[in-house]
């Protein structure tokens, strides 16, 4: 097994050749920080809205998408399931304008990659969230509700055990919900694809270019790198989890964890034994899930998106690479799928999570007016991206129109404790979690402690889970 940080879907993409780093000044429109997803969305929006605007993009890393948004589960999924906390937030109105423009985000994806060609397997094959335990039952209930509603019948569709088992077989699913319009992609291959478009569009993109830090200037924005300077009328802030460092403009809005995923052989007759050849995307019903696809060539790519917590909001070492939740990845893929026993996991990888104590992405206008940092995914950042990405160019060319005045824009979004009791906490609520879910998994009775410990976020207005 190859088990690194970087992962399997670069290595497929294949080799890039890296963009010089920045040397020297620039003037621009829009300097955008951060060559993932949501920048690279960013500077798209832009040059889309206005083909004119002068766009530079700076990549800390030797190439853009080379950080979580090359290396995540490829789920580009829409914001459905969340429209309970949205509607709690923000009342019905405003969360369905925002359910509505991420399901037309995916829409885009697809059409982005058809209309420039860019062969990053887009596959609208919906999302499958499946029930494992009595206590993850009908655990889609109040979306579904959430959804009828408001007038979105076709957004969610409840699944009796019969009718999962024709999608996926599997012996540990109990009954489901299945979410149309989400899809998968190859995220490296959508990553790379957006760098090239971006260069042929007229983005100046500058890779190894860290931003060491970002003032006022006189009429807008000044972003200092090692090499150079870029002076801009606005600035776009899209670093993820490196927005945690301390000092870093998010540094007490998120929390830093981790998840990590397996990766089979291709096994394709199983596919076909069990019955999953509709290229869905699937997820337990656990906090700390299980999430899982199939590849183009027939593979598991199995994910455990409950990997510990970054003490101080750290983007290395065993956010990177954990062999012991690698371990418990691949324990549960068997548990699943027990035809897999005998099959060879060919690669595991990980990288941080940007969670925010809402569960769900934040736009912040940041101090002067004219930089916007986002970020807080939580692991759903591939479809929500491209909406976060319009939104940020809507705001960074100061138009009002209806993607900057979605509540995902707020200037004071909750705080997380400072550390050490952040990390500390944060810990004992996860070991919590963990306990109470393994017991129900097990058909035990979950300890009163586990249980106390699970039910702190709701406590102090943090959302744990979908």
């Known amino acids: 097994m190859k088990h690194t940080a970087y992962g399997y879907w670069l290595d497929e993409a294949g080799a890039v050749a890296p963009v010089a780093p920045l040397s020297g000044d620039r003037d621009a429109d829009v300097v955008v920080i951060g060559g993932g997803f949501t920048g690279l969305w960013a500077a798209w929006h832009v040059k889309q809205l206005e083909p004119e605007a002068r766009v530079v993009l700076l990549e800390a890393d030797e190439y853009c998408g080379r950080g979580p948004s090359g290396r995540n589960g490829g789920f580009c999924n829409v914001m459905w399931f969340s429209l309970p906390n949205m509607r709690g937030r923000w009342g019905d109105a405003a969360a369905l304008d925002v359910a509505r423009a991420a399901e037309r985000a995916v829409r885009g994806i697809g059409e982005f990659c058809e209309r420039q060609g860019v062969d990053a397997g887009f596959r609208m094959g919906g999302y499958l969230q499946v029930s494992t335990a ?35 077989a599997s012996p540990a699913f109990r009954a489901g919900a299945l979410y149309p319009t989400a899809a998968t992609v190859q995220p490296a291959r959508l990553a790379l694809g ?43 802030v899209a670093i993820g ?47 700390m899930l299980h999430y899982f696809r199939t590849t183009a060539d027939g593979r598991i790519a ?40 005998g099959r060879r996991i060919t690669h595991a990888w990980g990288g941080p ?24 995914y939580t692991g759903n950042g591939v479809g929500p991206s491209h909406l976060v990405g319009r939104t940020l160019a809507a705001l960074a060319l100061d138009r009002r129109d209806e993607y900057s005045r979605l509540p995902l824009v707020d200037p004071t979004p909750q705080r997380v404790p400072p550390e050490p009791f952040h990390w500390l906490g944060g810990s004992a609520i996860h070991a919590g979690i963990m306990a109470k879910e393994q017991a129900e998994g097990e058909g035990r009775t979950p300890h009163p402690v586990s249980s106390a410990l699970a039910r702190i976020p709701e406590l102090i207005g943090f959302h744990i889970g979908r």
């Open 302 to 341: 199995f994910g455990l998106g409950g990997g510990r917590i970054s003490p101080g909001g750290r983007l290395r070492g065993r956010v990177d690479v954990d062999p012991e939740v690698v371990a418990r990845a691949a324990a549960r893929l068997r548990a699943y799928f027990p035809g897999i026993e």
């Open 194 to 236: 957006l760098r090239e478009r971006l260069r042929s569009a007229g983005v100046e993109l500058f890779e190894s270019t860290p931003v060491r830090s970002l003032h006022d200037a006189p009429d807008g924005v000044e972003a200092r790198t090692p090499t150079g300077t870029v002076r801009a009328r606005a600035a776009v």
């Open 241 to 287: 989890g490196a927005a945690t460092a301390r000092r870093a403009p998010l540094h007490n809005r998120l929390t830093v964890t981790s998840s990590h995923i397996v990766l089979t052989e291709p096994v394709p007759e199983l596919l076909d034994e069990v019955g999953w050849t509709g290229g869905e995307c699937i997820t337990d019903c656990r906090t």
């Open 134 to 168: 009595p206590a993850q039952d009908e655990v889609w209930t109040e979306a579904l509700a959430a959804c009828r509603e408001l007038g979105a019948l076709d957004a969610v569709r409840p699944l009796a055990p019969a009718e999962v088992a024709s999608r996926c």
């Open 353 to 376: 999570i940007d969670v925010s104590p809402t569960h769900l992405p934040v736009v912040i206008p940041l101090s002067g007016g004219r930089a916007f940092a986002a970020a807080g």
